[in-house]
């Protein structure tokens, strides 16, 4: 196990601050928050605009979010 000798104490207070930078990040210029996964007003607007059916309009929003990770 990684985290054999920390305590619980030590891994929670890791998490928090990772949790904290993550918040603290959110609020730097070029940051925003988006979704994991298109949702239904998104995917009904790109199906309105294309002839592209949701399975593949979820497949191209889910690259583009992988690309900027």
Known sequence: ????NMTAST???RALAT????VS?????GHTMIP?????AMLNTA???????EDK????FVAMIEAEQ
């Open 1 to 4: 196990m990684t985290h054999q």
């Open 11 to 13: 891994i929670g207070s």
């Open 19 to 22: 949790a904290l930078d993550a």
């Open 25 to 29: 990040a959110m609020g730097q210029p």
């Open 36 to 40: 994991t996964s298109p949702n239904t």
């Open 47 to 53: 199906s309105q605009r294309n002839d592209l059916g």
């Open 57 to 60: 309009i979820r497949q191209i």
